[in-house]
């Protein structure tokens, strides 16, 4: 069965630092979208991305995170400079279509330190 | 702005007794909506999903969630659970058009004892 995959699933990082979240997608998925969960707290949209852009944002994701797809395969999540609030479980997710059931992959936990 | 309530953050229940997960939605058009479950150290899986059309909807693993409009309710029931389901359970809503992201509630965790 296809599944999104995600790496590292976990990452522990200086404060500071650049931080890079890799996701791959199902292949013949269309939509992307990162997601994120602080321990304890419901999930929370960060971006979606449609035919090479960010389609929509929320506020959470400001100037410090960027998304990319660099190679029509691999959707990255990047954190400029990681603070100690950006430790969180983040989601990457893929759907086939509009409204299409949207897969989850299995997170990557990441601590700032 | 959608919003999506789920008031019990802890629910126990004994293996074999009936479940229902509370799930109470804001949004002004028609609403998608949806179950997922994240066992520990997974991720999100999908249950169940409404769209349109009956309001009782079946799912993965013997679920099932029942779309009230007059309450604005979708909550979600096994009538019988099994130790298998205790894990940490989502609704979420999402918008009828446009490429609109789905909202989460804060879940609810399930407690399964013997």
């Known amino acids: 069965e296809p599944e999104v995959t995600q790496t590292p699933s976990h990452q522990v990082t200086q404060m500071g630092q650049e931080v890079i979240l890799r996701c791959v997608p199902i292949?013949?998925?269309?939509?992307f979208y990162w997601y994120r969960q602080i321990l304890g707290q419901k999930v929370e949209f960060l971006v979606s991305?449609?035919?090479?852009?960010?389609?929509?944002k929320s506020e959470i994701f400001d100037d410090q995170f960027s998304v990319e797809r660099p190679d029509g395969s691999n959707f990255t999540l990047k954190i400029r400079s990681t603070k100690l609030e950006d430790s969180a479980m983040y989601f990457c997710a893929s759907s086939a279509g509009f409204m299409a059931e949207a897969f989850f992959g299995q997170g990557t936990r990441l601590t700032v330190v | 702005a959608q919003s999506v309530t789920q008031p019990d953050i802890h629910i126990t229940v004994s293996e074999g007794a009936s479940l229902e997960l509370r799930c109470n939605y804001s949004y002004g058009a028609t609403p998608y909506l949806f179950w997922y479950v994240q066992s520990p150290g997974q991720g999100l899986q999908l249950l169940l999903k409404y769209f349109s059309g009956d309001t009782l909807v079946q799912g993965i693993k013997g679920f099932e969630a029942e779309f009230k409009r007059s309450q604005s309710s979708f909550n979600l029931r096994k009538p019988s659970v099994h130790w298998s389901d205790a894990a940490e359970y989502f609704c979420a809503v999402g918008a009828s058009s446009g490429n609109t992201p789905l909202v989460f509630g804060k879940g609810t965790r399930l407690s399964v004892i013997a």
């Open positions: 991305f449609y035919n090479n852009e960010i389609s929509e």
């Open positions: 292949s013949n998925h269309l939509y």
